[in-house]
C-alpha cells in the first residue's frame, strides 16, 4: 500500500507540473481511478482481515457530515430550488471532484499506511515530489530549463509576470510552496550528506518559486504561521538555535531576492510595498474587498443565506464576475455555517491531533508534526485570499499522513509500561514496627 500511495503521488504532481491530460472520462482521470483501486484494495484488507479501528474519530465525523450537508445541499439546489443553469452532469462532476474525492484522499492516505515509518515514508515522497516540481516551476520560468511548460500571467505594466506554478495559479502555487516550505526545513536539519544537500536545495527552490509568484497571502501565512510556531513550539527551541535558524531564514531569502532581483524587483516593490500600503482597500487587496463585499451583499438579501447557503456551487451559477477568492467565504455562501464550521472543525481538530502528538513523539518524528502544524496553519491563513482546487488534494493526502504518525506516537506511548513511582523514604522515627502487646 505504502508503493501504491506514493506512485498516486508521483503520478499527481507529474501530471501537474508537465500539464498531461490523464483524462479517461468526465470526472474520471488516471489518477481518480488509481485512487478508486487503492480504495478498494484498502476496504478489501479490512473485510480480511476483519480488524477496523476507527482513529480520530471528531475528524472523521466532521469530514463526514460536511460531504453529507453538501450532497444534501445539492439535491435541494437541483430538484427543489432549480437555479438557472445549474446543470445536473457538471454540478455532480464538481461534487464529486470538490468533495467526495478530498474525503476519499483523506481516508486512504490516513488507513492505507499502518506504522509511523510508511507515514514518514510516503511524506517524504510527496515532499521530494514538491521539490522537484518547484525547481521546475523556477527553471523553467526563469528560462533556464526553455521548457515552457509553466505559464507566466501577462502583467500589463511590468516587464514579466506572475509565475503559475505547477500546483495552479500563483496564489494557489504559493498556498502549497508554505504548507510545504516546514518540512522541507526539517527535513534539512534532521538528514545528512547529499540528501541535505537535495532538501537544501528544495527549501532555495520553494522560496525562488514564491517569490516568483508574488503572492502576498501565501508570505503573510507563511510569516504568522512561523511567529505562532515558535510561541507554541518554543520549549521545544533553544535561543541561539533560534537565532541560528533566523540567522539563516535572512541569509536565505536575501540570496534569492538578490537572485530574482534583476527581473521580479519592480513587481515585487509594487506589489508587497505599493500595493499592500495603498490608501485604498479596494487596491491594497487587489479588488478582492469589493469582491466579498458584492458576495456578502447578496447574501444580505436573503439573511437565511448565512444559515443555509444558496446551494453548492450556486456561486458559479450567478454571474459574477470574479471567483470569491477566499476558501472560507465560498464555503459559507454555498454551504452556510453547517458547511463553514465543519470546515474548520477539521482544521481545528488536524492541527490540536499534530500538536498533541508533537508534544509526546521522539525529536526526529517531533520535527515532522511540528512542520505540519506550521505548514497547515499558513496554508490556513492563504486560503482567507484564495480558492484552492487541485492543490487539496495534496493538502489531505499530507494531513492523513501525519494524523496517522500522530495516532502511531499516541499508541506507542500508551502502550509503554509505567513506571513505578519512587517510594518516599521513612521519615526518621517512623522506620520501626510498632511494638505489639503480647496479649
Not at 471567483?323 to 452556510?336: E, I, K, R, T, V
Not at 520535527?367 to 484552492?388: D, K, P, R
Amino acid at each position: 500500500m505504502k508503493i501504491l500511495l506514493s506512485l498516486l503521488i508521483v503520478i499527481l504532481v507529474g501530471s501537474q507540473t508537465f500539464s498531461i491530460d490523464a483524462s479517461l472520462a468526465p470526472g474520471l482521470s488516471v489518477k481518480n481511478a488509481m485512487l478508486y483501486v487503492i480504495a478498494a484494495g484498502l476496504i478489501l484488507r479490512i473485510v480480511v482481515s476483519g480488524r477496523f479501528k476507527t482513529d480520530l474519530a471528531g475528524l472523521q465525523m466532521s469530514f463526514g457530515f460536511l460531504v453529507a450537508y453538501t450532497v444534501v445541499s445539492w439535491l435541494i439546489a437541483l430538484f427543489v430550488i432549480q437555479y438557472p443553469g445549474y446543470e445536473l452532469v457538471n454540478s455532480l462532476i464538481r461534487l464529486k471532484i470538490d468533495f467526495i474525492d478530498h474525503a476519499i484522499f483523506l481516508i486512504v492516505f490516513f488507513y492505507g499506511v499502518q506504522s509511523l515509518k510508511d507515514s514518514l515514508a510516503v511524506t517524504d515522497v510527496l515532499v521530494a515530489c514538491a521539490v522537484v516540481a518547484n525547481a521546475i516551476t523556477t527553471l523553467d520560468a526563469s528560462g533556464v530549463l526553455g521548457w515552457n511548460i509553466i505559464p507566466v500571467r501577462t502583467e500589463n505594466i511590468y516587464e514579466i509576470g506572475r509565475v503559475q506554478g505547477a500546483f495552479g495559479e500563483a496564489n494557489q502555487h504559493a498556498a502549497m510552496v508554505v504548507m510545504l516550505l516546514p518540512i522541507m526545513v526539517a527535513k534539512v536539519l534532521l538528514d545528512r550528506g547529499a540528501l541535505r544537500l537535495f532538501w537544501a536545495s528544495g527549501v532555495l527552490f520553494s522560496l525562488s518559486a514564491l517569490m516568483m509568484t508574488v503572492s502576498r497571502g501565501a508570505m503573510v501565512g507563511l510569516v504568522l504561521a512561523c511567529i505562532w510556531g515558535a510561541f507554541v513550539f518554543r520549549r521545544f527551541l533553544s535561543l541561539g538555535r533560534f537565532a541560528g535558524w533566523f540567522g539563516a531564514a535572512v541569509v536565505v531569502v536575501s540570496i534569492v531576492v538578490v537572485t530574482l532581483s534583476t527581473t521580479y524587483l519592480e513587481l515585487l516593490q509594487d506589489r508587497l510595498m505599493g500595493l499592500s500600503f495603498d490608501s485604498d482597500a479596494a487596491e491594497a487587496s487587489s479588488g478582492r474587498t469589493m469582491i466579498w463585499g458584492t458576495a456578502l451583499k447578496v447574501m444580505m438579501q436573503s439573511p437565511w443565506t448565512f444559515l443555509t447557503g444558496f446551494g453548492f456551487n450556486v456561486y458559479s451559477t450567478m454571474g459574477f464576475e470574479y471567483a470569491p477568492h477566499n476558501a472560507y467565504l465560498g464555503l459559507l455562501f454555498n454551504l452556510g455555517l453547517p458547511g463553514l464550521v465543519a470546515f474548520l472543525l477539521i482544521i481545528v481538530q488536524a492541527a490540536f491531533a499534530a500538536r498533541s502528538a508533537a508534544e509526546i513523539a521522539p525529536p526526529a518524528v517531533r520535527a515532522y508534526l511540528i512542520a505540519y502544524v506550521v505548514g497547515f496553519l499558513a496554508l490556513c491563513v492563504s486560503i482567507f485570499f484564495v480558492e484552492l482546487h487541485e492543490p487539496w488534494l495534496y493538502v489531505w493526502a499530507y494531513t492523513g499522513l501525519m494524523m496517522r504518525a500522530a495516532v502511531c506516537v499516541r499508541d506507542e506511548k500508551a502502550a509503554q509500561p509505567c513506571a513505578a513511582p519512587a517510594l518516599a523514604a521513612p521519615r526518621r522515627g517512623l522506620g520501626r514496627q510498632p511494638v505489639t502487646s503480647g496479649r
